[in-house]
């Protein structure tokens, strides 16, 4: 079949069309070209509101000017995805670059002071095992705990406890817990064993403090004795460092511990913590003896020392706070803890740091969490340029804000090597102090007296030394009276007793 050429009329009518057509589309691109450009000038003004913030004197000006700055990005992102001819990975690209360099600035411009017992948002992208999730914490798994203890008048005393005189202990213990939570929690995980059990005995042991000791012998955030430490792996690693006081090691060691008492004790949590705090050879015995009747019989309570019938229930009842917090109106601290690492650009101590960090969303500073992130360090030590530091977000943003640069930065230096001693001062004359005697002179006339103009800055003691006198002859010539022994310039002093 062979293609016949449209008529005239067609042809005159398309060639018109696209005429028409041609200008139209044109105005389109460049309005779509123009509109793309407005939104690159509006990327490009916000990264340099960024930067610029970034040097900012005050941090709470630069956390608020940091976080607007982003949020302008994230709207001009917005709005390329709706743009004809706008590349939104283009534009994705600086704010995504930014937003990596950037602690949660949500948490840094917070004032409220609280969150909800895991606060999803700073776990968003750390590599943290599902159990540490308030969900799942609160899901049928995680009630695994619930249904595995007794919630008994004891355990209600222990909840008593915590929530009053012992508050205090229990909010330091979740706030430091949650720096330390991706480095403990995946042990328990591994071993089927619930996280708010993790949390009740590092409460009740330490509070989660990693350099707590207790007058046995124990060490660490939970507590292990030298010789069942050895038994899990914990000690001296060859270094002169003990890792019982490694949160993830000893965390690790906890749970073998537990899981082998658990084994023996018919799954009982209240008898495995009874032999983790009373010892795990009284635990077994009375297991055996009673029959494997539970912890709360009255003839297996009483074969345990006071210590451990205190004990028990007041880890479960930490336990059952980390799972319940809001049933008790209990609001979490407000933990930024995504991790993150800081390589010092010049030498600093813990201290050093602790003081140039400033405690910006924290009440009592960041010490504890770097003694608790990186506990081979001595807090006064001074560690070496380029030594890499386990931290958080915040604490990172936080050293190159204060520490690395600036006025924060020399005061901390200046508090370091402030000295006491260069405090103290003398009032007066100092008195002679002993020297050993000079060697003797040859023999030479000695005349029968000498006279000493006194000149402007002198001092009796001064003359004393200059000329070899004794002082108390010296003063006894001139009646000088102790013990400030007056003088004034053009007074001429009688030298009796002079070298």
Not at 298 to 304: G, H, L, R, S
Request: charged residues 25%; proline residues 6%.
């Amino acid at each position: 079949m062979s293609l016949r050429p449209l008529p005239l009329i067609a042809t005159l009518s398309l060639t018109l069309l696209a005429g028409l057509c041609a200008p139209a589309a044109q105005a389109e691109s460049k309005r779509d070209q123009a509109a793309v450009a407005v939104l690159q000038q509006r990327m490009n003004a916000a990264e340099k509101r960024y930067r610029d913030a970034m040097l900012a004197v005050d941090e709470e000006a630069a956390a608020n000017a940091t976080k607007a700055a982003l949020a302008e990005m994230k709207g001009v992102v917005d709005a390329c995805a709706k743009q004809r001819g706008c590349s939104v990975e283009t534009m994705l690209a600086t704010y995504e670059r930014l937003l990596l360099a950037t602690p949660q600035f949500d948490d840094l411009v917070a004032e409220d002071g609280n969150a909800d017992p895991i606060d999803e948002s700073d776990l968003d992208d750390v590599d943290v095992p599902d159990s540490a999730s308030a969900a799942s914490l609160l899901s049928e798994e995680g009630q695994r705990f619930v249904k595995m203890v007794q919630f008994n008048p004891a355990v209600q005393a222990g909840i008593r406890r915590w929530l009053t005189d012992m508050r205090p202990s229990l909010m330091d213990s979740y706030e430091n817990y949650r720096y330390m939570q991706h480095l403990m929690s995946p042990a328990f995980k591994q071993h089927g064993l619930p996280e708010a059990l993790l949390f009740g005995i590092m409460a009740k042991e330490s509070n989660g403090k990693v350099h707590a000791g207790s007058r046995a012998g124990a060490v660490g955030p939970l507590q292990f004795m030298p010789a069942t430490g050895r038994r899990f792996g914990l000690g001296n690693d060859g270094s002169g460092f003990d890792t019982r006081y490694d949160p993830r090691a000893s965390a690790d060691a906890a749970a073998q511990y537990l899981t082998e008492r658990m084994a023996q004790l018919n799954n009982s949590i209240e008898l495995s913590l009874a032999g983790y705090n009373g010892g795990e050879g009284r635990a077994l015995r009375v297991f055996r003896e009673t029959g494997g009747r539970s912890f709360w019989d009255v003839d297996v309570y009483n074969q345990f020392p006071a210590e451990t019938k205190d004990y028990v229930p007041m880890v479960i009842a930490a336990a059952w706070l980390f799972l319940h917090p809001k049933d008790y109106g209990i609001r979490w601290p407000r933990v930024s803890a995504r991790p993150a690492t800081v390589t010092l650009s010049q030498p600093a101590s813990l201290y050093q740091l602790t003081i140039c960090l400033g405690n910006w969303g924290s009440r009592d500073g960041y010490l504890r969490a770097l003694r608790n992130l990186n506990p081979r360090w001595e807090p006064g030590q001074i560690l070496p340029a380029g030594t890499a530091l386990n931290a958080t977000t915040r604490i990172s943003w936080l050293y190159r804000f204060n520490c690395t640069r600036g006025k924060r930065l020399e005061l901390a230096q200046q508090l370091m090597t402030s000295d006491v001693r260069s405090a103290l001062v003398r009032v007066g004359d100092p008195m002679p102090t002993a020297v050993p005697p000079p060697p003797a002179a040859p023999a030479r006339a000695v005349t029968k007296q000498k006279t000493y103009k006194v000149q402007r800055g002198d001092t009796l003691g001064g003359i004393a030394r200059k000329l070899r006198c004794d002082i108390g002859d010296l003063a006894k010539a001139n009646r000088l009276k102790k013990p400030k022994y007056a003088i004034k310039p053009g007074q001429t002093l009688k030298l009796d007793g002079c070298g």
